[in-house]
């Protein structure tokens, strides 16, 4: 038997390296695993220990490679995502050597139902208020010059090169 940290907060890519900023309000917690113990078990483990709905919020588990190790890599290197049971497993055996945390990120689990429900009234909104707004002096803006072109249809030329107009050249 062992004791695994497990640390609830969200893993942010900063400053060329991965850092995990901790839920200070969700903290971290200690479980009591062993070699037997399957992925389905800790998640299960997790879920009961926080008191998180599992209905409503997915876990996502990871962790970070011990100092040592990552001396050998690249400081860049992901957090290792634990996605499976043998995976699970890699982290145990990882654990039994090295003092390393188990990470858990919570996030909401989305409804499709309720997310296409929101888009379709989102998207019926919008085209409600361009068809309110909208009016032809506003779309077609043709009552700038006399022969009905804006001012800046004339520089024809830079059409599809405007980052050649904001930056100097010199030709030899």
Not at 2 to 26: A, N, P, T, Y
Request: proline share 2%.
């Amino acid at each position: 038997m062992m004791d695994v940290i497990v640390v609830c907060g969200q893993w942010l890519f900063e400053k060329d390296k991965w850092m995990f900023h901790v839920d200070s309000r969700r903290g971290s917690k200690v479980i009591l695993v062993n070699d037997d113990t399957n992925l389905e078990d800790m998640i299960n483990m997790v879920y009961e220990d926080y008191g998180l709905d599992r209905g409503n919020v997915n876990l996502e588990l990871s962790y970070m490679l011990s100092r040592k190790s990552l001396m050998k890599i690249t400081h860049d290197t992901p957090p290792v995502k634990i996605g499976n049971f043998r995976q699970f497993q890699g982290f145990i055996r990882l654990r039994k050597s090295d003092q390393v945390r188990l990470c858990v990120e919570v996030s909401l689990r989305s409804n499709k139902k309720m997310m296409k429900t929101q888009t379709l009234i989102e998207n019926q909104s919008d085209y409600n208020h361009d068809e309110d707004t909208d009016t032809d002096g506003e779309r077609f803006d043709y009552c700038e010059d006399s022969d009905g072109a804006t001012s800046d249809d004339e520089d024809f030329i830079g059409y599809g090169l405007p980052f050649l107009f904001n930056q100097s050249f010199y030709f030899i």
